[in-house]
């Protein structure tokens, strides 16, 4: 399923860049989002690691107004700040951003990383990735996005896997309209 997944993401990413930049009207987007995750048992690439969701509250351009993300990541050695032990580095993440219109844009990250503090249970990150579509008056889009993020993982420090937590953090980048 996992061959199947990069297949179709590489034909997209492929169709994306056959798109003559002169067709496109280029935007700036910024989306701030708070919100509440979770892991679950769920193993989506049967690679023995489980898929996180994030649901989120949202503001920002276009009339942004909720962010949904789903996410793995995997011990990794990553340059974090003192304290922050646990080093993460990112399989994948996907996105919806929902906008007031319900019109949605799709996104895809398959770079970035995190770092926890396991006394705190504070956590910071980032992900970078790319626009792959919408839905709406998003239909077709494209671009390039940057998510930086922390927040609290609330479940009792040494629970495996985390389970509950919060989820802020800012998303940047471009959006290219047809």
């Known amino acids: 399923m996992k061959k199947q ?6 034909g997209a990413l492929t169709l994306m860049l056959c798109v003559p930049a ?3 009207d280029t935007e700036s987007i910024t989306v701030t989002f708070a919100g509440t995750g979770y892991d679950t048992t769920v193993d989506n690439f049967d690679d023995g690691l489980p ?3 994030v649901s989120a509250h949202a503001k920002g351009s276009f009339g942004a107004k909720q962010v949904d993300i789903s996410s793995e990541f995997l011990e990794a050695d990553v340059d974090c700040q003192a304290g922050y032990l646990i080093e993460l580095g ?8 929902t906008y007031a219109d319900n019109s949605q844009t799709f996104g895809y990250c398959p770079s970035g990383w995190a770092c926890v503090n396991p006394t705190t249970g504070h956590y910071y990150g980032e992900v970078e990735g790319v626009f792959l579509g919408g839905t709406g ?5 494209s671009g390039e996005l940057i998510s930086r993020y922390d927040g609290y993982n609330l479940e009792p420090p040494g629970l495996e896997p985390v ?5 802020t953090g800012k ?4 959006i290219e309209l047809p």
């Open 22 to 24: 002169s067709q496109a």
């Open 163 to 167: 389970g509950f937590r919060t989820m």
């Open 137 to 141: 008056r998003f239909e077709g889009v």
């Open 51 to 53: 898929l996180g969701l």
């Open 90 to 97: 990112l399989v994948y993440s996907a996105w919806v951003i």
């Open 171 to 174: 998303t940047t980048g471009t």
């Open 5 to 10: 997944f990069l297949l179709m993401l590489a």
